[in-house]
């Protein structure tokens, strides 16, 4: 059975800084691209990041240059590094994997049940 857990979310004032993360089952067979999800109350779910199992990132325009993903595929794990905090960042965010959990399972989307990041003074 595949787990996705995340952690790090809490309460911080604007400006500062917060560091999730996600971490996987140590079983899955192969993760492929894991990205940060989030959703603010009343709002639909949306992209944060992503990051490929080589490396390579993407950021939504509003977190450009304050957020950085990184992973480490050793330990099935990712990482979203949140700096120079907004309110508007206030939501719950949720680690997706795409994922193969064993040699003869589908890839398959796969989430955790969210983190709160509240922003506020």
């Known amino acids: 059975q595949v787990k996705v857990v995340e952690s790090g979310g809490g309460l911080v004032q604007p400006g500062n800084s917060l560091r999730l993360s996600c971490a996987a089952s140590?079983?899955?067979?192969?993760?492929?691209?894991m990205a940060w999800y989030r959703q603010a109350p009343g709002m639909q779910r949306e992209l944060v990041a992503t990051?490929?199992?080589?490396?390579?990132?993407n950021y939504a325009d509003s977190v450009k240059g304050r957020f950085t993903i990184s992973r480490d595929n050793a330990k099935n794990t990712m990482y979203l590094q949140m700096n120079s905090l907004k309110p508007e960042d206030t939501a719950i965010y949720y680690c997706?994997?795409?994922?193969?959990?064993?040699?003869?399972?589908?890839?398959?989307?796969?989430w955790g049940q969210g983190t709160q990041v509240t922003v506020s003074s």
């Open positions: 997706n994997i795409k994922a193969i959990a064993t040699m003869s399972s589908p890839l398959r989307n796969y």
């Open positions: 140590e079983s899955i067979f192969s993760i492929y691209t």
């Open positions: 990051i490929t199992s080589g490396g390579t990132t």
